[in-house]
């Protein structure tokens, strides 16, 4: 019988009704392909974990959902595809959810939800609140066949600076990455910089290949795709990671607060190093600096370990198991 799986990107109406199939042809006009973001890359990683493990699937059959209520789906994409049909089968719903549970507390009432996965733990402890013990950790794999080292080939930069600041970028521009950028030229460092939601995969890929560490910059992670994708390929991280309270600036601090967080959800030793600032990134780096050019670091092992594609998709399977009470289909 297979899984049924649903995905879907958000992609509403703004002005007029349809008027989000026009936009989108402009958008394809003006920007080109469209970039693969991190919800979708979830989705298609856990597709082709499952493929690995041959385990069978149906994508966005709604029709075959309405007819038969009676089996589970597994609902990956945001609330939108809750929006989709009048819910009567067992969800599984994760891991892209909506970012904060107060956008539906009452979700696991409303909707036949046996189980809410998230990507990360922090996560997992800012939605038991709202959503009790229904509320699971799930990390997607990384392919790590795709983002792997390219041996042999010569690396010409020092550090890639990869820059995911959401909010206040002003503020942060001043603050943090401009002293970061000083103190790299400083130490005269071959140095390349990346925005997130700039590039696409492929240049991301190929800039990995050419790097011998990146500094990663960003206030939280649910999960971190990009930097594991950076660890996968071999490639050292000295990651910021203030900590303290979740800064979704549509909710905090007024309507949530919560902490800590982390900007690297997934990690160990064999990663690199963090640094909680412009205060100590200078000694951390040097710390950091010096790992890398004694191969202190197996940033690769680890994702191999703990974020592979099968293993991750094998306990997906889990979830689903656990959530609907027996075998898969």
């Known amino acids: 019988m297979g899984l049924n799986l649903f995905y879907r990107e958000p992609d509403p109406d703004r002005w007029i009704k349809w008027d989000r199939y026009p936009r989108s042809l402009v958008r394809r006009w003006i920007r080109g392909p469209r970039r693969i973001g991190g919800q979708e890359r979830v989705w298609m990683n856990l597709k082709a974990g499952l493929r690995r493990l041959?385990?069978?699937?149906?994508?966005?059959?709604?029709?075959?959902?309405?007819?038969?209520?009676?089996?589970?789906?597994?609902?990956?994409?945001?609330?939108c595809v809750l929006d989709q049909m009048r819910w009567e089968n067992p969800i599984l719903f994760g891991a892209s959810v909506m970012s904060h549970p107060l956008e539906d507390p009452d979700l696991m009432r409303r909707l036949p939800v046996r189980r809410i996965l998230v990507p990360g733990e922090w996560m997992r402890r800012m939605c038991e609140p709202f959503w009790g013990g229904g509320?699971?950790?799930?990390?997607v794999g990384i392919d790590t066949d795709r983002w792997m080292p390219a041996p042999g080939r010569a690396k010409d930069l020092d550090v890639l600076v990869y820059n995911k600041v959401r909010w206040e970028n002003?503020?942060?521009?001043?603050?943090?990455?401009?002293?970061?950028?000083?103190?790299?030229?400083?130490?005269?460092?071959?140095?390349?910089?990346?925005?997130?939601?700039?590039?696409?995969?492929?240049?991301?890929?190929?800039?990995?290949?050419?790097?011998?560490?990146?500094?990663?910059?960003c206030e939280h992670e649910t999960q971190g795709l990009a930097y594991q994708e950076a660890l996968s390929a071999g490639v050292p991280v000295l990651a910021w990671d203030r900590g303290g309270e979740w800064r979704d600036p549509a909710y905090h601090p007024d309507r949530v607060r919560f902490g800590p967080v982390s900007s690297v959800p997934y990690w160990s030793a064999e990663c690199g190093e963090k640094f909680c600032g412009v205060e100590d990134f200078r000694e951390?780096?040097?710390?950091?600096?010096?790992?890398?050019?004694?191969?202190?670091?197996?940033p690769r092992g680890y994702v191999v370990r703990n974020l592979g594609l099968k293993e991750c998709a094998a306990e997906y399977l889990r979830h689903w198991e656990e959530s609907f009470g027996g075998a898969l289909p």
């Open 54 to 79: 041959g385990v069978d699937f149906r994508e966005n059959d709604f029709r075959h959902a309405r007819r038969n209520p009676e089996e589970p789906v597994g609902i990956v994409g945001k609330s």
């Open 135 to 139: 509320v699971q950790v799930w990390p």
């Open 170 to 217: 002003d503020r942060y521009e001043a603050e943090l990455l401009e002293p970061i950028r000083k103190e790299l030229r400083h130490r005269r460092l071959r140095v390349a910089e990346i925005r997130y939601g700039s590039y696409r995969e492929e240049e991301f890929m190929e800039v990995l290949k050419r790097a011998k560490s990146m500094v990663f910059v």
């Open 284 to 298: 951390i780096l040097e710390v950091f600096w010096k790992g890398v050019g004694g191969g202190r670091y197996d």
